[in-house]
């Protein structure tokens, strides 16, 4: 999923490992795809990396690349669990964020 509040771009990747090598889940898609238009609805750039054919790890290490300064995983064992993974650029590790909390942690990490 790429407004401009503050410049910064939350990344939302459908798809958890092994990703590229099944489809995503229709759950994933559409959560992503519903994810996507509220960020964008709310003014933020967002980068939707939707491609089907890449593993997770080089959606990851193209975040990297790219300088996205905020990624969402939005994959089918986070789901299952009722979370989505958040990573900053700057942070040391990932956390767990409730799906129907996701929106107001966002807009909480982008200063909004």
Same mark, same amino acid.
Not at 64 to 89: F, Q, S, W
């Given at each position: 999923?790429?407004?401009?509040?503050?410049?910064?771009?939350?990344?939302?990747?459908?798809?958890?490992?092994?990703?590229?090598?099944?489809?995503?889940?229709?759950?994933?898609?559409?959560?992503?795809?519903?994810? !996507?238009?509220?960020?964008? /609805?709310? #003014?933020?750039?967002?980068?939707?990396? @939707?491609?089907?054919?890449?593993? =997770?790890?080089? %959606?990851?290490?193209?975040?990297?690349?790219?300088?996205?300064?905020?990624?969402?995983?939005?994959?089918?064992?986070?789901?299952?669990?009722?979370?989505?993974? !958040?990573?900053?650029?700057? /942070?040391? #590790?990932?956390?767990?964020?409730?799906? @129907?909390?996701?929106?107001?942690? =966002?807009?909480? %990490?982008?200063?909004?």
């Amino acid at each position: 999923m790429t407004g401009a509040l503050s410049g910064r771009r939350p990344s939302p990747l459908p798809g958890g490992p092994g990703a590229g090598e099944h489809q995503e889940e229709p759950r994933e898609r559409e959560l992503a795809e519903q994810l !996507y238009r509220e960020l964008s /609805d709310a #003014g933020v750039e967002v980068l939707f990396d @939707d491609r089907e054919k890449e593993r =997770l790890g080089v %959606k990851l290490a193209d975040t990297e690349l790219l300088g996205i300064p905020h990624r969402v995983v939005i994959a089918e064992r986070g789901m299952d669990n009722g979370t989505l993974e !958040y990573k900053g650029r700057a /942070d040391d #590790g990932n956390t767990d964020v409730p799906v @129907d909390g996701i929106m107001a942690f =966002l807009k909480e %990490k982008l200063g909004g």
